[in-house]
């Protein structure tokens, strides 16, 4: 492993040097340091992939179980910093200000419940997919079949934000469209997949979090520096610049300061910015809470984000990567507002026009300055981002395909080898899926990314909360808060589509607006937690055995 | 019998390690929750829609506009507020067209008809360079903006070299001495959009250099939850310590 960090930061020496004196632009050409950068990344990711290849059905789900705290902890921060977090959040913050905040604490306070709600508890349960935990705790092979296809939707929708981030900074290395960015950027993520499985992902992502971590904290720690801020922390430090947005720039406060494009540090006191729920987001109160709820137990219920507990080895190594995980994930939460922040102030003059807020992380970069090949790296790290969460996703879904629906249910007698060429195959027919519907070009990133998490919270989360916690909670019980929570996603679901091709539904600002696609888990979790307890109640009881099990692996 | 045994309930636990479990977790997620949304009820709570400066002085300014009473003042104030609110980056495309039309007819309203009409031609002078230059460096593009704020700012009280100034040269309509009647209508509720805010003595209070309510939402909380996260391992560690509580490993 070090060698190969070594390799990387000696590899990036002579490419420095060669770019430094490019001329910013914006977007529209093609960016040679930025795309030897971007192309040098992912052959480092492939050869990876290839050196710790899955070499049996255990390594490609579940990576072996040989992952230590911190590595698994890298891993999970890496596999959550997708495209969301890392070009997504600052985009939220860049439109709507003090609102994007609902993304950040959802996306971080979704850990807390997660660790102490879940993670040993389903280590201790000792299942590969969320599929296999479902299946078995409600004794259904209906349920696991209905498990896995969720699991594969949740990861479809969830990976268009992703294949969307890396369409957007393929677009803007190689100043080519969005649509053959997409397919370009989605046939490499897809190559590495097949090529490795979850070991070599595993394996990658610590590479992938060092990458994405320090590309993303450079050019803040230049930032900074450069417009006179306390640049030592700059997570900090950009507190005074969210002050001087609120209170003004004049130009004589940062004379002989300006962009690349030479407007002056400068701008119109913009309270919106920062003030809470603002009139000119067009963002409410009850949408805040909503959104933050709603991420936290999405977060809880991610198939991706429960599949990273069973490759440490125990579950109090599965409590402590949480912690580490975190941690991890954190330190790039806290710098994203930065990137917001700047890019205010930077793009703040009318002449910039309207920029494209899923690439702000990139244009505040160029606008402030910094040497090219550093905005390359950020672009890059951008990539990695995307790239590695979909890897997960992707394996996630697959394992759903191959493991929870073909052998499982399909073909039991199936052989390890007929069960990875399924698996292989699961993966192509996924990512063919993400392509098609990334290509719409739907929404923000983060906003594609959090219709998952409203989904995991409207289903998959109530099962594990139950399932683990309740040993009444029952086959007809889940079944019964499947179909609630799924008939609150369907409706929300269709009333997003509705608006996109203008049709006007049935109450469609009331439904619109207290079941937005963004947050609907809000009032769809508790209705198929309720839903489930009920029926449970009034059905027969959970058979001994698995009470038995619960109470003998999970909770003793 | 054995049924009864075999009955687990996040609630009712029977074993001493899944009570004081249970109790933990009823604990962090009490301090959990109130951290999270018990501040930003308070926030909620403690907020007030507050004017900007900008717009207490538009208000009694375009009243006496729209009554027909206004002074050579009043077209100053309420063109100098429209410019600032040009500048806000969340404003939309329509709300920007309608502003720059305000802000041309204000102009109208203070400049002799002689100077109006040389304004007049440099501003459609620099809508066509905006569509023909490559880059907003070019010489004649510059010295075209700079011409129109040596004219403009005067007329409204801008200083030329200010934000404000550049900010009026990109606000200026082809047509200045007419205002839709759409727009005219119009302009008062984006003013009053975007020039009004929740506030509060939480937003108020400066901390690290941040208004203590981002700072403690975008980065205190965060905080909060790797500490959560760490108490509960910590806590669970020492409990299971404490009971001999050995832990499975497949």
Redesign the interface.
Same mark, same amino acid.
């Given at each position: 492993m070090k060698r190969i960090y070594i390799l990387l930061l000696f590899s990036l020496i002579p490419l420095v040097t060669y770019a430094a004196n490019d001329a910013t632009e914006l977007e529209g050409s093609f960016k040679v340091g930025p795309a030897i950068i971007l192309i040098f990344i992912l052959t480092l990711f492939v050869l990876v992939g290839i050196l710790f290849r899955a070499k049996d059905t255990t390594d490609y789900y579940a990576a072996g179980r040989g992952i230590s705290r911190v590595g698994s902890g890298m891993a999970i921060a890496s596999n959550w910093m997708s495209a969301a977090s890392f070009l997504g959040m600052a985009a939220l913050m860049y439109g709507t200000g003090y609102h994007g905040l609902a993304y950040v604490v959802g996306w971080t306070g979704g850990y807390v419940l997660l660790l102490i709600l879940m993670a040993g508890q389903i280590r201790r349960y000792g299942k590969y997919t969320a599929a296999d935990f479902i299946g078995d705790r409600y004794y259904s092979q209906t349920l696991r079949a209905i498990g896995a296809g969720i699991t594969i939707i949740i990861s479809i929708a969830y990976a268009v934000g992703q294949f969307g981030g890396i369409g957007l900074m393929f677009k803007w290395v190689l100043g080519i469209d969005y649509l053959p960015a997409v397919i370009i950027g989605g046939s490499v993520v897809l190559a590495y997949t097949l090529i490795s499985g979850m070991l070599g992902v595993t394996k990658n992502m610590q590479i992938q979090y060092v990458i994405i971590i320090t590309s993303f904290m450079v050019p803040l720690f230049i930032l900074t520096a450069k417009f006179d801020y306390f640049w030592l922390i700059p997570q900090i430090g950009y507190g005074a610049v969210v002050q001087d947005i609120v209170e003004g720039v004049k130009i004589v406060d940062k004379a002989g300061m300006a962009n690349s494009l030479g407007h002056n540090f400068a701008i119109v006191p913009s309270p919106e910015y920062a003030m809470p729920w603002d009139p000119s987001t067009g963002q409410t109160f009850f949408q805040w809470m909503a959104i933050a709820f709603s991420l936290m137990i999405g977060t809880a219920g991610l198939p991706h984000v429960i599949q990273r507990f069973y490759v440490v080895p125990k579950a109090r190594d599965a409590r402590w990567s949480v912690v580490w995980g975190l941690f991890f994930i954190c330190l790039l939460y806290w710098s994203a507002p930065v990137y917001s922040a700047f890019g205010t102030i930077l793009s703040s003059n009318p002449e910039v026009g309207k920029l494209a807020a899923d690439a702000i992380v990139v244009y505040t970069a160029q606008l402030g300055n910094v040497n090219p090949l550093i905005v390359g790296l950020l672009a890059a790290g951008g990539v990695s981002a995307a790239f590695s969460t979909t890897s997960g996703l992707l394996v996630a879904g697959s394992s759903a395909f191959a493991h929870d629906l073909y052998v499982k249910v399909i073909n039991p007698e199936a052989k390890p080898k007929t069960q990875m060429t399924i698996a292989r195959l699961g993966t192509l027919l996924m990512a063919v899926i993400i392509t098609a519907i990334a290509i719409l070009d739907l929404a923000l990133i983060a906003q594609l990314v959090a219709i998952a998490f409203s989904m995991a919270g409207c289903t998959i989360f109530p099962l594990f909360l139950l399932g683990i916690w309740w040993s009444g909670s029952n086959r007809a019980g889940a079944k019964a808060g499947l179909i609630t929570g799924g008939i609150v996603t369907l409706i929300s679901l269709t009333y997003l589509i509705g608006a996109r091709a203008g049709w006007i539904l049935p109450f469609n600002d009331f439904i619109t607006y207290y079941l937005g696609a963004w947050y609907f888990a809000w009032i769809g979790a508790p209705l198929a937690i309720t839903a489930n307890i009920i029926v449970s109640r009034m059905t027969k009881e959970t058979p001994i055995e698995i009470r038995k099990f619960l109470i003998e692996k999970v909770h003793s | 019998m054995?049924?009864e045994e075999?009955?687990?309930?996040?609630f009712n636990p029977?074993?001493q390690?899944?009570r004081s479990n249970r109790n933990?977790?009823i604990q962090?997620?009490i301090i959990?929750v109130v951290a999270?949304?018990g501040f930003?009820i308070l926030?909620?709570i403690l907020?007030k829609?507050v004017p900007?400066e900008?717009l207490v002085k538009f208000i009694p300014a375009w009243e006496k506009i729209e009554s027909g009473n206004a002074g050579s003042y009043d077209y100053q104030v309420a063109g100098q507020s429209m410019v600032?609110?040009?500048?806000?980056?969340?404003l939309g495309p329509d709300e920007?067209d309608a502003l720059k039309d305000g802000i041309s007819w204000t102009l109208a309203k203070l400049l002799p008809d002689n100077e109006l009409a040389d304004l007049q031609k440099e501003v459609q002078l620099l809508s066509r360079l905006r569509e023909e230059i490559t880059s907003?460096?070019d010489e004649r593009y510059l010295e075209t903006k700079e011409s129109i704020i040596s004219k403009a700012a005067p007329a409204l009280v801008i200083g030329e070299?200010?934000?404000?100034a550049?900010?009026l040269a990109? !606000?200026l309509d082809d047509d200045m001495e007419n205002m839709t009647e759409e727009n005219r209508s119009k302009i008062p509720g984006i003013m009053s959009?975007?020039l009004?805010?929740?506030?509060s003595v939480l937003?108020d209070t400066?901390?690290? !250099?941040?208004?203590f309510?981002?700072?403690y939402?975008?980065?205190l909380?965060?905080?909060f939850?790797?500490g959560?996260?760490?108490l509960?391992?910590y806590r669970? +560690?020492k409990l299971?310590a404490k009971l001999n509580f050995l832990?499975?490993? +497949?």
């Open positions: - | 054995e049924t075999y009955r687990i309930s996040f029977t074993t390690q899944a933990l977790i962090l997620f959990w999270i949304f930003q926030l909620k907020s829609p900007e900008a600032q609110v040009t500048g806000k980056l969340t920007y907003l460096r070299g200010t934000l404000l550049q900010l990109l !606000g959009l975007y009004t805010h929740n506030r937003t400066v901390f690290l !250099g941040f208004p309510h981002y700072f939402t975008a980065v909380l965060l905080v939850f790797v959560l996260c760490w509960y391992c669970t +560690d299971h832990e499975q490993i +497949d």
